[in-house]
């Protein structure tokens, strides 16, 4: 089946540092989300791109949908402590297919 | 979006029973989803549940295991039958919106096999 990797599996980052992560697929995607999971809550949606190019805002997070339709990034500037969590993409290939999740990125963020 | 509530948040049980956990959603909903993930690991569909039909599960997960009830368009539950410590996980269930059906997820169901 499809699977999705994401990159770097783990990062350890200073307080105001910004922040770059990546989804990658070996099948094209035309559908990406990226999603922020707190300790002992459910995954929260923080954006959603619909097509290739496509970039998208929400306050310090960025993130951008491949020009291939086989990549996503991920970028949070200015860091702060809350930011810290595990952070999963989930691709759709085709409208009204399931959604496929990355194994996620655990971010560590140090005062 | 929807507002997604999971009972119980959490619980601890022993090999060999069952657990039913319940899902209720603030807005009537076509489809529920119900999600499994492994301690440290990524999200894995279960199955998806229309109301009205029986609901449709993913390759490794069978109806006898884990059965799910749809009864109408604002509930659901799934029970994890015969329980092993393998089953020690966090049971998620979500619902879709947005212009793609993005997936909304509750809170999740902490459950612990001893």
């Known amino acids: 089946g499809q699977q999705l990797n994401q990159s770097p599996q783990s990062m350890f980052i200073q307080e105001g540092e910004d922040v770059s992560m990546n989804c990658t697929s070996s099948?094209?995607?035309?559908?990406w989300l990226w999603y922020k999971q707190d300790p002992g809550e459910g995954p929260v949606l923080l954006i959603a791109l619909y097509k290739a190019g496509e970039l998208t805002s929400n306050g310090r997070l960025t993130a951008q949908f491949g020009i291939t339709r086989k990549d996503s990034f991920l970028n949070i500037s200015a860091s702060i402590p809350s930011d810290v969590g595990i952070y999963f993409c989930?691709?759709?290939?085709?409208?009204?297919?399931?959604?496929?999740f990355g194994p996620g990125t655990r971010l560590s963020v140090l005062p | 979006s929807a507002v997604i509530s999971q009972k119980p948040s959490r619980d601890i049980c022993q090999r060999g029973t069952s657990l039913t956990i319940q899902c209720q959603v603030d807005?009537?909903?076509?489809?529920m989803f119900w999600y499994r993930q492994q301690p440290g690991q990524s999200l894995t569909l279960i199955a998806t549940?229309?109301?009205?039909?029986?609901?449709?599960?993913e390759s490794g997960f069978v109806i006898d295991k884990f059965p799910i009830s749809r009864p109408n368009l604002t509930f659901s539950t799934l029970t994890v039958s015969n329980m092993s410590p393998e089953d020690s996980s966090i049971y998620l269930c979500?619902?879709?919106?947005?212009?793609?059906?993005?997936?909304?997820f509750g809170p999740g169901t902490r459950l612990t096999v001893t």
């Open positions: 549940a229309n109301q009205g039909s029986e609901a449709t599960y």
């Open positions: 989930a691709g759709q290939d085709n409208y009204g297919q399931n959604f496929v």
């Open positions: 807005s009537q909903v076509t489809m």
């Open positions: 099948s094209i995607f035309n559908t």
């Open positions: 979500s619902v879709d919106g947005g212009p793609r059906d993005e997936q909304y």
